[in-house]
Structures are given as C-alpha cells and as structure tokens.
C-alpha cells in the first residue's frame, strides 16, 4: 500500500468518525478567532473560551483592545499561561491592525505572519477557519499521528506540512486537520499508543511489530 493508499483511507475512516466537525474555539468575527488562537499557544482550547466568554460580548474589535492598554488586557487574560507576552502582542497587533489595516484582519499568510504573536500555524488557522481559505495548520497532534501513520518521517512541521498537502485533496485539508486534532485528543493521545492497536494503523500497517518512534514538533 503506498502513501496515497493509505491516506485515503485515513481519510474515509476519520468522516466515518467525524462527519462533522465543530471548530473549539469560540470567536465572534474574524478578529476575535485570531485572538483565541493566538491564545491557545500552550493552552487548552477549553480554557481560552473560559476566559473568553467573558471577554467577547464587550470586546470584540482591535480598537477595544487598544483602549483597554496592555495592562488590563494582562489582567483579562491572567488565567492563560503566558499570559504577560501574549496581551502584548494583542496590544500591538491591535494597534496594527487599527493604524495600518483600517482594523480589519489581513487576508494573506505574508501580512498575517507579520503581526506580532502571529506564527504560520496561528496564520493557517485564521486563513482556514476564519476566511475558508485552503491550509494545514500542523500542531503536535498532527506533527504526531502523521508521523505513526507513516505519512511524514516528522522531521519537522514544515516538512509534515509539505507531506500532507501532498497527501491529501485541498478541499478536505481545512476539514482534516480539525479531525485529526479530534483523533489525536480522543484515541491517539501522546503517550498513549505507538502505532499497534487501531484500524487506522491495523489497517494502513498490518505487519508493523513495533511501535513508532515520535519525534516532537
Ligand atoms: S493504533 Fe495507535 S498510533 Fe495508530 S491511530 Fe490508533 S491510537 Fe494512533
């Protein structure tokens, strides 16, 4: 069975589990989504929509954050871990996005990855699930099942993010990487299994004995 063999079925099995998928994190516009992700960086997603459920309904656009000043945007977000690095970068990404994109959000990985606190996956997720547009966001679930589904040597997540969209239809790469994110929670979980038990893995590598070396992201 070669790669694309066994991607599409990776594919089939997880619409089977997932035929629809909800995105975690809550978000009222497009900016508010950049900001959760910008704080789930070594953070659960569940956690973020704690914090900001009560932060959103009063505010939700570059100019609140920019009124409210760094200081208390440290202050909203104190349950979040890295909390001092990230309301700075809220603070200024917000002054940018008021002085120089008339407060709207760019639409492009260049202009996004400029921003301050705004990485490529942060970028790719905001592309992906605030404008539609096709991305692979690869955060260490993915960089980890990609790697015992034998689909990348997980060299680095640039290179599992190269492999994958070879791998796999644009139009199933922004539905993809919620569902492995989902697979990875539930069933493939860090320390759990190494690449025995399962049908994805049973089925994708009948004869493997051992389990998968992961290296991290
Ligand atoms: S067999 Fe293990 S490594 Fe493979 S998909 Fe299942 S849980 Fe993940």
């Given at each position: 069975?070669?790669?694309?063999?066994?991607?599409?079925?990776?594919?089939?099995i997880l619409n089977q589990i997932y035929p629809k998928i909800k995105v975690p994190l809550k978000?009222?516009?497009?900016?508010?989504?950049?900001?959760?992700?910008?704080?789930?960086?070594?953070?659960?997603?569940?956690?973020v929509n704690n914090v900001t459920k009560n932060i959103y309904p009063k505010f939700n656009q570059p100019k609140h954050f920019v009124k409210l000043g760094r200081k208390k945007i440290e202050r909203l977000i104190k349950k979040i871990g890295i909390f001092r690095v990230k309301a700075k970068?809220?603070?200024?990404?917000?002054?940018?996005?008021?002085?120089?994109?008339?407060?709207?959000?760019?639409?492009?990985f260049?202009?996004?990855?400029?921003?301050?606190?705004?990485?490529?996956k942060t970028a790719s997720v905001v592309m992906s699930q605030g404008f539609g547009y096709p991305a692979f966001a690869i955060d260490t679930h993915i960089h980890r099942l990609a790697q015992?589904?034998?689909?990348?040597?997980?060299?680095?997540?640039?290179?599992?993010?190269?492999?994958?969209?070879?791998?796999f239809p644009?139009?199933?790469w922004n539905k993809l990487h919620l569902q492995i994110i989902y697979y990875g929670r539930e069933y493939c979980k860090a320390r759990d299994c190494y690449g025995l038990t399962c049908k994805i893995?049973?089925?994708c590598y009948?004869?493997?004995?051992?389990?998968?070396i992961t290296k991290k992201a």
């Amino acid at each position: 069975m070669n790669k694309i063999e066994k991607a599409e079925i990776i594919n089939k099995i997880l619409n089977q589990i997932y035929p629809k998928i909800k995105v975690p994190l809550k978000s009222r516009n497009v900016f508010t989504l950049l900001i959760s992700v910008l704080l789930s960086a070594q953070c659960t997603d569940v956690n973020v929509n704690n914090v900001t459920k009560n932060i959103y309904p009063k505010f939700n656009q570059p100019k609140h954050f920019v009124k409210l000043g760094r200081k208390k945007i440290e202050r909203l977000i104190k349950k979040i871990g890295i909390f001092r690095v990230k309301a700075k970068s809220i603070y200024n990404l917000s002054r940018i996005l008021v002085n120089d994109y008339n407060s709207r959000v760019p639409k492009t990985f260049e202009e996004l990855e400029k921003l301050p606190g705004v990485g490529h996956k942060t970028a790719s997720v905001v592309m992906s699930q605030g404008f539609g547009y096709p991305a692979f966001a690869i955060d260490t679930h993915i960089h980890r099942l990609a790697q015992r589904w034998g689909l990348t040597n997980g060299k680095s997540v640039i290179q599992t993010e190269k492999d994958l969209k070879n791998l796999f239809p644009k139009k199933s790469w922004n539905k993809l990487h919620l569902q492995i994110i989902y697979y990875g929670r539930e069933y493939c979980k860090a320390r759990d299994c190494y690449g025995l038990t399962c049908k994805i893995c049973t089925t994708c590598y009948p004869k493997r004995k051992k389990p998968v070396i992961t290296k991290k992201a």
